[in-house]
Structure formats: C-alpha cells, structure tokens
Nanobody
Framework: DVQLQASGGGSVQTGRFLTLSCTASGLIFNDHAIGWFRQAPGKEREAVSCIGVSDSATFYSDSARGRFTISSENAKNTVYLQMRFLKPDDTAVYYC?????????????????????WGKGTLVTVSS
C-alpha cells in the first residue's frame, strides 16, 4: 500500500519559519511527483507546490512562490516544504500527495482531483 506520512506542523507566530516533511512508502519514489496542498477552515483544498522527484522540477502557487521552497531527499523518499515568513493566511491543514510523473503530471499535480495518493494532514497554525 502507498503511504504518505506528513509531519512538521505546529503553531508559530507571524514571520517565523516551519519545515514540513512528507515520507513516502509503497511506491517507486523517482517515478512520481509529490505535491503539497492545504485546506483552511471553510475553504477548498488548494495546491501549494509540486516537485517532480526524478529531476527536481519545482512549481509553486502564487501564494507560495518566493516564501516556500520544496525539495526532495530521494535517498529517504522524503519531500520537504520549507515555509518562510509565515502569515496567518497560511493557517491550514497541509497534505502531501503523490501521482505518477507522466505526461500531464504538472497539471494534475495542481489539481486536487488529479492526485492518486493522499497522506493525512499536518496542521499549521500561524498567529499574529
């Protein structure tokens, strides 16, 4: 079974940093793309960032670009999301997700309906 284990959430103050981790098992890591999504209370789940593990191609939503950095440590089947200068609007449950890295993967990676595998979320709370 494919499992995605997200960790690293917590409560921080505005302007602080936090790094989330997503460790995958049960899949061929290099054949997949890993994405981070988030869902704030009362809002739709939205894509934050995505990485093609085999070549480290990275992509970001407008809200994440410039503040968040996604990276992978392939030897550990782990993807990280470093979040800097956090704001209260970043408060959400963050989910990692995986899909096969094949034609159309980027479009799918930024669409919650295009994801094959979801992990359980990790809560990030940013207070002002």
């Amino acid at each position: 079974d494919v499992q995605l284990q997200a960790s690293g959430g917590g409560s921080v103050q505005t302007g602080r940093f936090l790094t989330l981790s997503c460790t995958a098992s049960g899949l061929i890591f290099n054949d997949h793309a890993i994405g981070w999504f988030r869902q704030a209370p009362g809002k739709e789940r939205e894509a934050v960032s995505c990485i093609g593990v085999s070549d480290s191609a990275t992509f970001y939503s407008d809200s994440a670009r410039g503040r968040f950095t996604i990276s992978s440590e392939n030897a550990k089947n782990t993807v990280y999301l470093q979040m800097r200068f956090l704001k209260p609007d970043d408060t959400a449950v963050y989910y990692c997700a995986a899909l096969p890295r094949k034609t159309g993967w980027l479009r799918r990676c930024f669409n919650k309906n295009g994801i094959d595998y979801w992990g359980k979320g990790t809560l990030v709370t940013v207070s002002s």
